[in-house]
């Protein structure tokens, strides 16, 4: 079992940026095929926001943060990042990383799941 830890959620004004990080200890994210991020706001279901492809580094986003969001590995430290740049009050969220034993995209094929970050994005 893998567990997971969020960090660097904050407070921002739209147009910031912030960068998350998730943790991994126990089992190492080469056991899972994706790492994955989500975000779930007040009163709106877990969404997809981006995910790697952990064999090949193959890299997925939602169309809502095409262009402006950027995941990464830091294979020597267990580690994956979501990059957020550009951000919008729309980004507020809490955002939880997780991972996935298949190539997939939808939350019910993540299995481990951190307790997430806070981001507040101020209009």
């Known amino acids: 079992q893998v567990q997971l830890v969020e960090s660097g959620g904050g407070f921002v004004q739209t147009g910031g940026s912030l960068r998350l990080s998730c943790a991994a200890s126990?089992?190492?994210?080469?056991?899972?095929?994706?790492v994955g991020w989500f975000r779930q706001a007040p009163g709106k279901e877990r969404e997809f926001v981006a995910a790697i492809n952990w064999s090949d580094g193959g890299t997925y986003y939602a169309n809502s943060v095409k262009g402006r969001h950027v995941i990464s590995r830091d294979n020597a430290k267990s580690t994956v990042y979501l990059q957020m740049n550009n951000l919008r009050p729309e980004d507020t969220a809490d955002y939880c990383c997780?991972?996935?034993?298949?190539?997939?995209?939808?939350?019910?094929?993540?299995?481990?799941w951190g307790q997430g970050t806070q981001v507040t994005v101020s209009s």
């Open positions: 997780a991972v996935s034993p298949v190539r997939s995209s939808h939350p019910s094929q993540y299995i481990y």
């Open positions: 126990g089992r190492t994210f080469s056991n899972y095929a994706m």
